[in-house]
């Protein structure tokens, strides 16, 4: 797994980095933001490259697999020339297909536009979606796809305070209001969402002032020590008896809190077809032909 470039540290020391286990995360002393994105492929078993210097960090990968990801996070186009080319897109959003860069060129560039969310978004707005898409890339496979949200323990949940902690980007810079986590507490019976707000100290309640469009739910921020320190601050001070912890991070791991944290998870899940393993499926049939055709190159 090839991942964009994430540079938050000292970059003579990221040149290529690779993470195999959450203790490599440890000793790079990555941030929230890099956890987010980092630590849900270490828990599917997958090597995370990243760094700066991506001729270096392409041939370290190659060197240690058959197969390589690239996940291009913040929308961005990929650092290497994807032999398949998936782009994502959100059904909540039908209207931002191309309205923002990078990711207006990705869908132009795609092999295929995922349009996930389709199980939370109104039909009119994927239908609407799906038009702008096709006008953007028409040589693209188009793909339906729902997001399903899970809570790890719904019982924890029903009935209690629960103070809501995101995804930090998806709220900040991403522009939403809410994330999984929300949809999770709300949908599994919270007696009270709990607005962070109310026990933030200073250094947060000016991220909700820079960023008012952000609802009553706490965004992971943490670039450095202080602001994870608030972060844990502001859960540990609140009136909620259960933190829902809708960000890929392992919340349990980076704060230290009275509150039980109930994490919740989401999921890919086909939505119509063709599926996205149909597809990929496809994909790897016609890699495997060609190799077979190609003098001295070995079957997929």
């Given at each position: 797994m090839l991942r964009h470039p994430m540079p938050y540290g000292e970059l003579a020391s990221e040149a290529v980095q690779r993470f195999a286990s959450a203790a490599d995360l440890d000793a790079a002393r990555c941030t929230l933001e890099e956890r987010e994105e980092y630590e849900p492929h270490l828990e599917d078993g997958l090597v995370v490259f990243a760094g700066v210097d991506y001729a270096a960090?392409?041939?370290?990968?190659?060197?240690?697999?058959?197969?390589?990801?690239?996940?291009?996070?913040?929308?961005?186009?990929?650092?290497?020339?994807?032999?398949?080319?998936?782009?994502?897109?959100?059904?909540?959003?039908?209207?931002?297909?191309?309205?923002?860069?990078?990711?207006?060129?990705?869908?132009r560039m795609a092999d295929v536009l995922v349009i996930a969310k389709c199980d939370a978004a109104l039909p009119a707005g994927v239908a609407r979606?799906?038009?702008?898409?096709?006008?953007?890339?028409?040589?693209?496979?188009?793909?339906?796809?729902?997001?399903?949200?899970?809570?790890?323990?719904?019982d924890a949940v029903r009935g209690r305070r629960v103070l809501v902690v995101e995804d930090?980007?998806?709220?900040?810079?991403?522009?939403?209001?809410f994330g999984a986590g929300y949809v999770a507490a709300t949908a599994g019976g919270a007696a009270e969402i709990?607005?962070?707000?109310?026990?933030?100290p200073e250094a947060l309640r000016e991220l909700f002032v820079r960023y008012p469009h952000i609802g009553p739910v706490l965004p992971a921020v943490g670039y450095d020590a202080a602001q994870v320190a608030a972060l844990e601050a502001t859960i540990a001070a609140s009136s909620a008896e259960v933190v829902v912890s809708g960000t890929p991070v392992d919340l349990a791991r980076r704060v230290q809190v009275p509150q039980p944290i109930v994490r919740v998870r989401y999921e890919y899940a086909d939505a119509g077809e063709p599926t996205l393993g149909q597809v990929v499926d496809a994909f790897l049939a016609r890699i495997a032909s060609r190799l077979s055709h190609t003098p001295g190159k070995p079957p997929c």
């Open positions: 960090i392409l041939a370290a990968a190659e060197s240690q697999a058959q197969v390589i990801v690239w996940d291009g996070g913040n929308n961005d186009f990929p650092l290497v020339v994807p032999d398949l080319h998936l782009v994502l897109a959100d059904a909540l959003r039908p209207d931002q297909a191309d309205t923002h860069h990078p990711g207006e060129a990705v869908a979606l799906e038009t702008r898409l096709a006008a953007l890339n028409p040589r693209a496979v188009l793909v339906r796809a729902a997001s399903p949200v899970r809570l790890a323990d719904p930090g980007p998806t709220l900040t810079h991403g522009g939403a209001s709990v607005d962070p707000r109310e026990s933030a």
